[in-house]
């Protein structure tokens, strides 16, 4: 008998929403065990650990992405509503410092190296080449380079073996490859065979690329030759998610019916589903790899899982 993959220990209550949006992307800090979700009802970042609520950070627009680089100490927020990244330390009451970018970010990733942040812009069709990508100076506090992309963006990564960014395109269904020792173009871009990539996550081992597509498919690629290794069906459309590298366990939340479907890149084979709350389209993964948190719309709270 397979063991499940996922042992629910409890929830941690979270702030009521205040308006429409629920959760967006979260994040956990390695050094505190923190977990950093984007409250996008409360236009705020909740902050909490494996047992309780500790406290919001406030004033964050229409937050949809929530990003920490340990590396750095810093935390990172796309505020969609107000066209900003926020970058702040962990801790309470931080001071948040925020730059402009394109129009609603919402994907991010970070190069520690060049300290080089990357909002994937999701733009508006109504509005002429909106669909972007910004970089960001983190230590001038300062947008340095605009990129235009051939559709909406979804979620991004960052290679640090290859320096390479990852952003998945909705349409056409491709993700963008950024250099990141030239960041001001797109290098080249690798065909997905599936509608609508939206969840992104990568293998460093073995350099693969776990992209999870809206059309309920879920898609791995070799990141350097670009092939297509597999394809595997989901439970419904898919948003975030998680490589687990400790346990070689890949995690896609999907939000209707609201589970989380769970592989193993061993040999990409699925290990079931289990059940969240209808909504819940994202999660965060410790560092450790040895805790899921699922984030619960309905009852404002954080499903915590062991793995």
Known sequence: MTACPLTLEGHVDLPENAGSGGFDHAAVHAATGHVYVAH??????????????????PNLKAVAGALVSDEADLIFTSNRGENTVGIFAPGPNPEVAKVGVGLRPNGLAYDPTRKLLLAANVGDPA???????????VRARAA????????????????????????????????VVVDARKPTEVAHMIAVPA?????LDLDRDTGRLFCACDAGTLVTLDAASCKVLSERPLSGTPDVIFFNRQRRHLYVAVGDPGVIDVFDTRDMSSLGRIETERGAHTTALSAEGDRLYAFLPRSHRAAVFAT
């Open 195 to 199: 509608a609508g990539p939206h969840g």
């Open 127 to 137: 509005v002429a080449r909106s669909y972007t990508l910004t970089m960001v100076d």
């Open 144 to 175: 340095v380079a605009s990129i235009e992309v051939p559709g909406r963006t979804r979620w991004t990564v960052f290679d640090p073996d290859r320096d390479l960014f990852y952003v998945n395109i909705l349409d056409p269904a491709v993700i």
């Open 40 to 57: 996008t009802a409360n236009d705020a970042v909740d902050v909490f650990d494996r047992a309780r609520f500790l406290y919001s950070v």
